[in-house]
């Protein structure tokens, strides 16, 4: 899966907690604490009200699964209410236990770590659908959407379901990614939140269709787009700080191709280097104050950087090179390492190097071995900072660029090196 050399040694002193990938039982006590929490959060973001709109779901009891697309926090409020009264186990990636801990072990969360390949995971599932009898909650695309459409979900999902031959649901959310944006999650615009919970295949079609089968049901079931339903659902954002953050997602001007001078800001995105200005209007579409509108649904413009950096990445032209500030999550507390360095390109991917506690690191991720990245905006628990993280086996290493704006065009590097790698080998 990875190539590793010389891993981070740690004082002696350092205490490190890794949650057991086994999940307990839910404890009714701390689900019903954690519903009340979670209510209380989120109730400043669901303004305008939320509906569960419940299909082929009549007579369905666990065990089963459940497939959620990931917007924001405030899908877990939406999840808790859909799945009432019954006992459910969330897979849980572990940044998620940072500070909370022994609340998400007794919620019965099952720890694992992003982007990595586990086989006690596959023990996990099965205890909590054919030991416990309950419900399991899986987010397969493992981070909020970028853009409001469907980030990758790995085949290896549907081999999960396949094995386990349980019925199949999926909760698609819409309206929360809307109501805070992954790029500016803060501030909150008043929009209705709808999730449609469907049982898309029943026991008995598991245990009849092959896993490719299975996959496609998946794909097609998981696949969303906010901006457009927020145009066919006439909701208007009059919020004015509507595209603030903008830029962390749109970093590639359209009109003169310049990457980290977009700004977003109010209900404009801009260009530093050549001036031109689009407005994101109150139905969620971009328009040029000035000249040609070049995307005016903001999933068109992230794509089209998308293919960009794919073609970088052909022409031999696409390298990351950048001294970064890295923390460590061996477990559930970050570690400060300091002053690093990391490098991107398709041949390698991605390495990391550094030197802590006497001792210099290295740590490697294969271009075949990573699909996805992993990466956070504003995140609090790192100083406020846009951030990425390489995880191996043991350890994920939290790296803060020195440059603006690239985490975006990294994780769609890492999601095109894999293709191209993977589409070579099939030749």
């Given amino acids: 899966m990875t190539e590793i050399k010389d891993y981070i040694v740690y004082p002696d002193n350092i205490e490190i907690y890794v949650p057991p990938t086994m999940p307990a039982k839910q404890n009714k006590f701390y689900k019903n604490l954690a519903f009340s929490i979670c209510w209380l959060v989120s ?17 369905l009891k666990p065990p089963y699964i459940v497939l959620s697309n990931h917007t924001q926090f405030a899908d877990f409020i939406v999840s808790f209410r859909a799945t009432r009264p019954y006992n459910f186990n969330n897979i849980a990636t572990l940044d998620g236990f940072v500070g909370m801990a022994k609340i998400m072990e007794k919620l019965g969360c099952a720890c694992h770590r992003k982007f990595t390949t586990d086989i006690s995971l596959i023990r996990a599932v099965h205890k909590v659908l054919h ?9 397969p695309e493992a981070r909020y959407t970028n853009v409001g459409t469907t980030a990758i979900i790995p085949d290896v ?53 092959s896993v490719e089968e299975i996959n496609e049901v998946i794909q097609r079931e998981m696949s969303y ?4 339903w927020q145009k066919e659902n006439n909701i208007r954002i009059t919020e004015d700080f509507r595209a603030d953050g903008l830029n962390k997602i749109l970093y590639k001007c359209p009109h003169c191709m ?36 070049e995307f005016s649904h903001i999933p068109d413009w992230y794509e089209w950087e998308r293919e960009k950096v794919r073609q970088e990445l052909l022409d031999g032209t696409y390298k990351y090179e950048d001294n970064v500030h890295i923390y460590s999550l061996p477990g559930v507390e970050f570690i400060d390492l300091g002053e690093g360095k990391v490098t991107h390109d398709l041949e390698n991917g991605f390495i990391v190097t550094g030197h802590y506690n006497g001792h210099d690191y290295r ?34 290493l939290y790296c803060i660029p020195s440059q603006k704006d690239v985490v975006t065009k990294l994780m769609l590097a890492t999601e095109e090196a894999y293709k191209i790698v993977k589409e070579k080998s099939a030749k």
């Fill in 43 to 59: 109730k400043f973001a669901i303004r305008a009200g939320s509906t569960i709109e419940k299909v082929n779901m009549d007579g």
């Fill in 131 to 139: 030991d416990y009898g309950d419900i399991l909650y899986m987010y």
């Fill in 225 to 228: 787009d906010d901006y457009k």
């Fill in 157 to 209: 999902v549907a081999k999960l379901v396949k094995k386990n031959k349980v019925p199949l649901v999926t909760m698609i959310h819409n309206g929360n990614y809307l109501n805070a944006p992954f790029w500016d999650f803060r501030q909150y615009r008043k929009v209705p939140f709808k999730a449609t919970m469907k049982q898309v295949l029943t026991a008995e079609q598991v245990q009849e269709m």
């Fill in 258 to 293: 310049t990457e980290g001078k977009m700004v977003g800001k109010g209900t404009h995105l801009s260009c530093e280097e050549c001036g031109k200005v689009w407005e994101m209007t109150e139905l969620g579409e971009m328009k040029a104050l000035e000249g040609e509108t």
């Fill in 363 to 396: 740590i490697q991720r294969t271009t075949k071995s990573l699909f996805t990245l992993h990466m956070e905006f504003a995140y609090k628990k790192l100083n406020m900072s846009d951030n990425f993280d390489v995880s191996v086996k043991d350890d994920s």
